[in-house]
């Protein structure tokens, strides 16, 4: 996230993977390392940003559409639905 004197930016992942500055924040939140993205409620991305050691990793996205095409998968935890859908594709 980046402040600026007349308001907030936030830089999001896009589609390309590339960050971008947005005046809105992501709606979902994602790991770069483990490639993955879930809500920004997550329990399991909670407790690790608690622990400490997810933060410098942390990206976020306008939508799941932008995370999928950057070449992220659902977290399994907060979005069991989209992943085991992301599961089925893997499979096949």
Do not use: N
């Amino acid at each position: 996230m980046t402040l600026s004197r007349r308001g907030m930016t936030y830089t999001l992942v896009g589609a390309d993977g590339r960050p971008y500055s947005s005046p809105v924040p992501g709606t979902l939140g994602g790991h770069r390392g483990a490639r993955l993205y879930g809500r920004l409620d997550c329990s399991s991305a909670l407790r690790a940003i608690a622990r400490g050691g997810y933060i410098r990793h942390r990206v976020f996205f306008a939508d799941a559409g932008d995370a999928v095409a950057a070449g992220y998968r659902p977290c399994s935890r907060c979005l069991p639905e989209a992943y085991q859908a992301w599961k089925g594709r893997e499979t096949a």
